[in-house]
């Protein structure tokens, strides 16, 4: 079965920056799926692998532009130390889930001063080039309830 809308596709992957350091892979553990066309994943990589069939293996480089985006300075802001856990210490490297008027996002802490802290509002790997070493280890049609709720009920869904 070829990968095309509401098919369930089961993967192994390796992926890398521009500089070849890997920064997230499936080696050693458990293969992911995911529903396909339901946004699941990033635009580049699953546009690369619509009509892969099982058994298939690519290597795919994907600009920000069809990643995570290209980093947007507007998203780095202070915020006063107040406004944050009092109870925990705030270092850089640190994320938190901060809501907003667009809803909830994760944030990165990259600067700690005495009063107040800087956050980053871009994705960890916003405005970088990824390279996916993707195999295709099953494909399957999605259920009903998977189509519906977006997501793989096998318990190997992507997160």
């Known amino acids: 079965m070829q990968i095309t809308k509401h098919t369930v596709a089961t993967l192994e992957y390796t992926l890398k920056d521009g500089d070849g350091d890997v920064l997230d892979s499936t080696e050693g553990g458990k293969p992911i799926s995911y529903v396909h066309g339901v946004g699941t994943l990033i635009p580049g990589l699953e546009r690369a692998l619509e009509g892969k069939g099982e058994g298939e293996a ?28 009092a109870e925990e210490e705030i270092v850089v490297g640190m994320q938190f889930e901060a809501r907003g008027a667009q809803g909830s996002q994760v944030v990165t802490v990259v600067g700690v001063e005495e009063d107040r802290v800087v ?18 280890v099953a494909t399957r049609a999605a259920t009903p309830e998977e189509i519906e709720h977006g997501h793989v009920h096998d318990g190997t869904e992507h997160h």
């Open 58 to 85: 690519l290597s795919v480089e994907l600009g920000p532009q069809d990643a995570y985006g290209e980093r947007n300075e507007q998203l780095v802001q202070p915020v006063p130390r107040s406004e944050l856990p």
């Open 119 to 136: 956050l980053d509002g871009n994705h960890p790997l916003a405005g970088v080039t990824l390279h996916f070493d993707v195999k295709v």
